[in-house]
């Protein structure tokens, strides 16, 4: 005969955090597929940061460049981003998150993507308060090589409510003031 423990079972965090990972996910790939051609794979948007002309062509600095999302009235649940620099010299070192609790968490990215000045940023959240408006969602942390601007191009892929809904919203990048 076979005893059992009364012992009782929980869930490990583990599993907890990838179910509402799962869920997350699920929102913003119905998000993607139902979402208008105006919003869903937009043309890219090109912005200019502007950067010092004292500095060699080898001198390497380093900038933070803030990404904020505009959902106008509704609540912002989800999102995803492309950033890529069209200038050289560029490398994606740190990434933090946004402003809004919702939100404070760094976001979703393949950190062997940072290595090639491309980065696909996505979060999600079931918060029961969410920012709307105008909110910065993510800080980008740069090393930069050379003098002058950086060129970079923005382009959002899914911007969703918590039901999945997508969202007609606006993306911009500037430097930080931190």
Do not use: C
Not at 2 to 29: C, Q
Not at 54 to 82: C, H, K, M
Not at 104 to 130: C, G, H, K, W
Request: glycine fraction near 8%.
């Amino acid at each position: 005969m076979t005893r059992f423990n009364n012992k009782r079972r929980s869930l490990p965090f583990a599993w907890v955090a990838l179910l509402v990972l799962d869920a997350g996910l699920v929102v913003m790939t119905m998000a993607q597929d139902q979402q208008p051609a105006s919003v869903n794979n937009i043309d890219p948007v090109i912005m200019r940061i502007d950067g010092p002309d004292n500095v060699g062509d080898y001198g390497i600095r380093f900038e933070a460049i803030d990404v904020t999302v505009d959902s106008g009235e509704a609540p912002l649940a989800a999102w995803q981003f492309e950033l890529q620099s069209r200038s050289p010299g560029v490398e994606i070192v740190g990434i933090e998150g946004g402003e809004h609790d919702a939100f404070a968490e760094p976001p979703y990215y393949d950190p062997q993507a940072m290595n090639n000045d491309r980065v696909i940023l996505a979060a999600f959240s079931t918060a029961d308060e969410l920012p709307s408006g105008r909110s910065r969602i993510a800080r980008l942390h740069l090393q930069l090589e050379g003098p002058g601007p950086t060129d970079f191009e923005l382009r959002v892929n899914v911007t969703a409510t918590v039901d999945g809904e997508p969202i007609p919203a606006t993306a911009s990048i500037q430097k930080s003031t931190i």
